[in-house]
């Protein structure tokens, strides 16, 4: 059979191009000590143009990261509105975890771009670092691609399985798709923390001298912060998923036509703004968690990181977290002005916001000063005379407690606002209600002025009082409410819709803030190593080795979640030409918070 | 809808310049590699104290515990009215002048723990090298005390340290090795090591033995008796303490050591 003329070139091409390949393998099969391959071999480090190689990587890390936490986050809270959907048979939260989906699959794509890219970065300007790597984490690197590649087809078929398989089995199917989603996500990330928990925390046995041949591979990756991390992560990606899916909401109510539209997405960001609140409440105590591994890995890290070079930064960390409180507390004052009977409250919202910026005061109150030998012999110490005594983990801990039960507060006085209970002993239930509140401040703030009369080993342990005091507090309190809100009688139906576009822009600065919190502490973990690659393993002896001060930080951390944001901007608006997404249809009648307007379809769904 | 894109994005840069102007309104630190010295025999007391100065406050990472009075004590100032560093110094362990003690306590802090405080302190060695532990003594005695440290001191065998740890990747240091081999039996036979252990009938009891030395101690046991065989004598051999050289952290290659170690840590 003959060829036509062609095929029969392209195969002349092909057979060109494996003759020059062949040749190229020959040559590096006999010649396997050619100076070049040396050469290549021994180059610890490349230069990226312009802005250098920290630079290029920082910000390529950074931003994927950024994409990354968007990813793993949104499936995590899709699969519970779906599982509301299909068990508790209302359709809208159906809805509501479809269009988070569809938000998911266009940064997807974003996610696994950015990621190609920081890998190319790493390969070719820290090339001595990821041989390094490599070598001691190759098995784990190809079951994260094959992974990746399950979590790919898995998030395809959640999204465009989602009408076929919408009824009986076959949905409860689908809802196992999205389960599998966040096992398949999670499990990738946990791959990729134990490779950057081992430049942190490598293990005891592990030297300068230790060829990485001789790493073990499972105390390499499940080294000392390895778990912590991956615990800190999976929390905070529901945090920031919750924000970006708030400020996505934010934005299509400001540019919605149709009461419809605007309706549906105040709903979505208010359930953003839930998603994101509720899961900062915990993120503290996991955070707790990390930066105690940390200090049981190597005190010197430990106190680095709180007390070093890097002590300004948890004043920086203090001032965002307040801007968040502020914000989400704000969000929902503002709210309650849409909800019927929510005037009552209305004059508490005042002393709440007192409460609130005393506790961020306290809070960004500094620690210790680090100073020179004249600048602490003026000072008499390296505690400020007056406000050192707010700088200690004693007030701290009362400070956050204190905000974190208001805010649970303002949340309580929220989904309370419209509703009447009608059970017999609502007034009993309400003053059990207040007594816990009342008790868990008196037990936050006796802890946190003992503190100051004991040991620094003993009021350490005194914070897990005040922790379980406050969670207790949330428990129960809730407990009580779901009870006692069974059957409660509605003061009026709630706006949606009508909020003023000043709560929207609270939604703006939550998702930008959070953004920017999630860049600040991802310097924090990796300039803790300081000057090495690998903590007192494999030294940075690149130009770009000294690690910068917050200042310079913050401009590249600003860049990065300028980069991110344009980025989300572009693809959802990318997202939105593909496809109409479901908005929702004003009902006269939404019971309470908790529910949401009645959806509809409105064509390409 | 341009007008709201408009406010959208004055709201995002807004926030985002408020944070970088308040992040560029602290005290800005930056965490400095530590800088190489080399000193010559005749270098000079201000040189020392001055290139110390600048680690302490810097690179070396002092100030992260010593400034705080709270993990470890105070240097620069009065700790306990026993004045600052270089007052107290000559006084806090018998036997052991103002600069023997500040250098024993940077290489081998778990020994020289003061009361009330934690044993936090790493051993300096691993992350600075003997001339700047020798720097930084010199520069802890000049706050309070006369500065004894001199070039003499940086070149004798008053440092039991290895210099600053090498690049992970980098080549072994020049090591006088006395054989080649990478089996771990050849290398301790060449290293004459069984001249005092024994392991399977080869050798001589006098130090311990190698046979079910991983039940005994662990493989960082072993490597610190290997590369600083004085620091800790081996329970039931104390009267041969000082005994074995500590020659072979400079002997074997650092592929050598490792075999060694993970070859003695699983004989059980």
């Known amino acids: 059979m003959s060829l036509s003329r062609p095929m029969a070139r392209r195969n002349r091409r092909i057979f060109k191009a494996l003759g020059a390949f062949g040749l190229l393998a ?22 990226f143009p312009l802005v250098g190689s920290r630079i290029a990587i920082w910000v390529t890390a950074q931003v994927h990261l950024l994409f990354a936490a968007f990813v793993l986050g949104v499936p995590m809270f899709a699969v519970v509105a779906e599982a509301i959907g299909i068990f508790g048979g209302d359709e809208k939260y159906d809805k509501l975890a479809k269009e988070f989906t569809r938000l998911l699959l266009v940064a997807y794509s974003a996610t696994a771009i950015w990621g190609a890219i920081l890998s190319f970065l790493l390969v070719t300007l820290y090339p001595g670092l990821w041989l390094y790597l490599t070598e001691i984490f190759q098995i784990s690197m190809w079951v994260y691609v094959g992974l990746f590649f399950f979590e790919s087809f898995t998030l395809y078929l959640y999204y465009y399985g989602w009408d076929r398989w919408s009824q009986g ?72 998923g919750g924000a970006i899916v708030g400020a996505y909401a934010a934005y299509r109510f400001l540019m919605a036509e149709t009461d419809e539209e605007r309706a549906h997405y105040d709903w979505m960001g208010y359930v953003g703004n839930l998603i994101a609140i509720g899961a900062l409440i915990v993120l503290p105590f996991a955070g707790y968690y990390l930066g105690r591994e940390i200090y049981e890995f190597n005190q010197q890290m430990g106190i680095t990181m709180m007390g070093g070079f890097m002590s300004w930064l948890w004043i920086i960390q203090a001032f965002l977290i307040g801007v968040l409180f502020l914000a989400g507390n704000y969000y929902l004052w503002v709210g309650m002005g849409r909800i019927p009977g929510a005037e009552r409250f209305t004059p508490y919202t005042k002393y709440m916001l007192m409460v609130l910026i005393l506790g961020v005061i306290v809070w960004a109150t500094p620690h210790t000063i680090i100073g020179n030998r004249e600048e602490l012999e003026a000072m008499g110490g390296t505690f400020h005379p007056f406000l050192g005594v707010l700088g200690l983990m004693s007030a701290k801990n009362t400070a956050v407690n204190i905000m974190i039960l208001t ?114 502490m991802g310097f924090a973990r990796s300039g803790i190593r300081q000057h090495w690659h690998v ?4 030294r940075d002896t690149s130009v770009d080795a000294a690690t910068p001060a917050l200042g310079y930080a913050a401009v590249v951390i600003s860049a990065c979640v300028l980069i991110f944001f344009t980025l989300v901007a572009f693809i959802f608006w990318l997202g939105g030409l593909a496809e109409k997404p479901v908005v929702a249809k004003v009902s006269p009648g939404a019971p309470s918070v908790t529910g949401g307007p009645e959806l509809a379809p409105a064509g390409g769904d | 809808m341009l007008v709201e894109n408009l406010k959208i994005l004055a709201v995002v840069l807004g926030t985002l310049a408020v944070f970088t102007l308040v992040a560029n309104s602290i005290p800005q630190v930056q965490s400095v590699v530590p800088e190489d010295l080399s000193f010559g025999a005749n270098v000079s007391e201000s040189e020392l104290t001055s290139s110390g100065e600048d680690l302490y406050s810097g690179a070396g990472g002092c100030t992260a515990c010593h400034g705080l009075g709270t993990v470890a004590p105070n240097l620069l100032t009065d700790e306990g009215g026993t004045g600052s560093i270089g007052a107290r110094c000559a006084n806090r362990a018998s036997g052991q002048d103002c600069k023997e003690y500040l250098y024993a306590s940077m290489v081998e802090p778990a020994d020289y723990v003061v009361e009330g405080y934690g044993p936090i302190m790493p051993d300096m060695r691993r992350s600075l090298s ?40 980098a080549a072994p240091a020049a090591a006088t090795t006395t054989t080649a081999s990478l089996d771990p039996v050849e290398i301790m ?29 662990d493989a960082d046991y072993i490597r610190r008796s290997i590369l600083d065989p004085a620091a800790e004598a081996s329970e039931g051999y104390e009267a041969f303490a000082g005994l074995m050289p500590s020659i072979f952290g400079g002997q074997l290659t650092a592929a050598q050591l490792e075999i060694i170690v993970q070859f003695l840590a699983s004989q059980q």
């Open chain 1, 169 to 240: 089995r076959a949905k409860l199917g689908h809802w196992t798709l999205g389960i599998l989603l966040n096992v398949w996500g999670t499990l990738v990330m946990f791959i990729a923390n134990s490779w950057l928990t081992y430049m942190m925390s490598p293990p005891a046995d592990v030297g300068p001298d230790t060829s990485p041949a001789m790493v073990q591979f499972w105390s390499a990756f499940a080294n000392a912060t390895w778990m912590p991390i991956n615990i800190h992560r999976m929390i905070a990606n529901v945090v920031f």
């Open chain 1, 535 to 538: 903590w007192e393993v494999m």
């Open chain 1, 407 to 520: 805010t649970f507060l303002s949340f309580l006085l929220y989904r309370r606002a419209n509703s009447r209970p009608t059970v017999s002993w609502a007034k009993t239930g309400t003053i059990v209600q207040g007594a816990l509140f009342v008790i868990s401040a008196i037990i936050v703030v006796f802890y946190g002025v003992y503190g100051y009369f004991v040991s620094a080993i003993i009021r350490i342990g005194f914070s897990v009082y005040q922790v379980l005091a406050v969670l207790f507090t949330i428990f129960a309190v809730v407990g009580i409410d779901i009870f006692m809100m069974r059957g409660a009688e509605s003061r009026g139906a709630i706006r949606w819709g009508q909020m003023p576009p000043r709560s929207q822009y609270a939604l703006f600065i939550l998702a930008v803030t959070f953004t920017w919190l999630m860049g600040l």
């Open chain 1, 26 to 47: 020959l040559a590096v099969h006999v010649f396997p000590e050619a100076a070049w391959a040396q050469e290549v071999a021994s180059r610890q480090y490349g230069t």
């Open chain 2, 189 to 217: 036979r060449a290293n004459t090591c069984f001249a005092c252990h024994v392991l399977s009938g080869e050798g001589a009891p006098i130090g311990p033995a190698f046979d079910g030395m991983g039940a005994r101690v």
């Open chain 2, 130 to 169: 003997n001339e700047q532990i020798w720097a930084l003594v010199a520069y802890l005695q000049s706050v309070g005390g006369e500065v004894t440290v001199t070039g003499a001191d940086i070149g004798t065998g008053t440092d039991p340290a290895p210099a600053s740890p090498a690049p992970a990747t």
